[in-house]
């Protein structure tokens, strides 16, 4: 079989020397040469989120979800609680991790593929002033939305709030700049919009609020905020084992970003993917689920299909195509999700539309 072109929104299609970086000698996690790299990597991971000498950045093995799981058991102290802001399956996943670890929160719940109001938000804020964390997704994976970030960094700001952003696949796709949001905690992984695999996670927070933890307010041994931070600080290792030879390709891939033409040159061509993908879809007469005027991602597009959707995934699989189902009722309705994250180019989504149209025809017919 040959590779499948990954349309999905991670795993995605890496570059070659990302690929290669793989191939790098084997070193122990306790040798200098690691935590050369190790900090080489922290300091490049500062440079992609914006941030500035305030920030420190440490990195988890594991997939997304354990870095958001590594923030929030880490950073809500005895007394406090968390506000989650949430409108989609992604803000539902935060709601999971509160939820296990019984921390106290205030659930402001929006209906999927809306935007947040900020007027309620600001009134909930008012209302509960023991809610010191405010926690929200950047990119709302589940329906492409980018959540209004900057509003509630201005927010959080105004009432004295930390933020938690959730940019697990926003990072490398959007401009995020934790400094213009007024963001304290965020968090990502290396096999989404970075375009490195998966398995590689990231936190970036303010440094002052990383001093300020305790042992004993985080509440997981492997995803602790703690000890990831003071392992970082004052060895340049990680406190456990951690997937070493994962640690090259993300670095390549963050160099990657920086030798394309910075940020603003990877997100230029990931809209005009998006823009060529979304435009073909609708010349097809298809039906995208975010309005023009919605702020959608620069990566991810949902669109219905007026065919039995797992059927028609299928049938693009077996065309070498790769995307993902839409999630919970999104599935019922026919909504697939389209992704042009990692290596894709303007070539690829024209080609990937030819297939497209095809394939929905096909299908059509059976
Ligand atoms: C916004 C967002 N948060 C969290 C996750 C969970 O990440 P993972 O599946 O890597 O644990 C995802 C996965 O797609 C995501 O898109």
Redesign the pocket.
Do not use: I, W, Y
């Given at each position: 079989m040959s590779a499948p072109k990954l349309f999905s929104?991670?795993p995605v299609l890496v570059k070659a020397n990302v690929r290669n970086a793989l191939l790098h000698y084997d070193i122990c996690h306790r040798s200098k040469e690691f935590e050369a790299m190790f900090q080489d990597t922290q300091k490049k991971i500062i440079k992609l989120f914006n941030a500035d000498e305030s920030y420190y950045a440490v990195i988890v093995s594991?997939?997304?979800?354990?870095?958001?799981e590594t923030v929030l058991s880490s950073v809500v102290k005895p007394g406090e609680s968390v506000m989650l802001l949430r409108n989609g399956?992604?803000g539902e996943?935060?709601q999971e991790i509160l939820e296990k670890y019984k921390t106290p929160y205030v659930d402001v719940s929006f209906p999927w593929a809306t935007a947040f109001d900020t007027d309620v938000i600001e009134a909930q804020m008012k209302a509960h002033p023991e809610a010191k964390i405010v926690a929200m997704?950047?990119?709302?994976?589940?329906t492409g939305m980018i959540n209004k970030a900057y509003e509630v960094g201005q927010l959080c700001a105004k009432y004295g709030r930390k933020l938690f952003t959730?940019?697990?696949?926003?990072a490398a796709g959007q401009h995020i700049d934790v400094v213009k949001n007024n963001i304290t905690f965020a968090?990502s992984?290396g096999?989404?919009c970075l375009g490195a695999f998966?398995g590689s996670?990231y936190v970036i927070a303010k440094t002052a609020e990383l001093e300020q933890l305790t042992p004993d307010q985080c509440h997981n041994v492997y995803l602790n905020l703690y000890k990831h931070y003071v392992s970082a600080r004052d060895t340049h290792q990680t406190p456990n084992t951690p997937n070493v030879n994962l640690f090259w390709p993300l670095n390549q891939a963050l160099t990657n970003v920086f030798e394309e033409g910075g940020l603003d040159a990877r997100v230029a061509r990931y809209e005009e993917c998006a823009a060529i993908i979304r435009q073909g879809l609708k010349d097809m007469g298809l039906k995208l689920l975010l309005g023009d005027a919605d702020h959608k991602s620069s990566t991810v597009t949902s669109v219905f299909l007026p065919v039995d959707a797992k059927t028609f995934l299928r049938e693009m699989e077996d065309r070498g195509y790769v995307f993902y189902i839409g999630k919970a009722d999104y599935a019922k309705q026919n909504m697939i999700q389209v992704a042009n994250m990692g290596e894709i180019y303007p070539q690829d989504c024209r080609n990937m539309l030819r297939v497209f149209k095809e394939c929905l025809e096909t299908v059509k017919n059976m």
């Open positions: 929104p991670g594991g997939s997304g979800t354990s870095a958001n399956l992604f996943r935060l997704v950047f990119h709302e994976t589940s959730d940019t697990v696949s926003a968090t992984v096999g989404k998966p996670a």
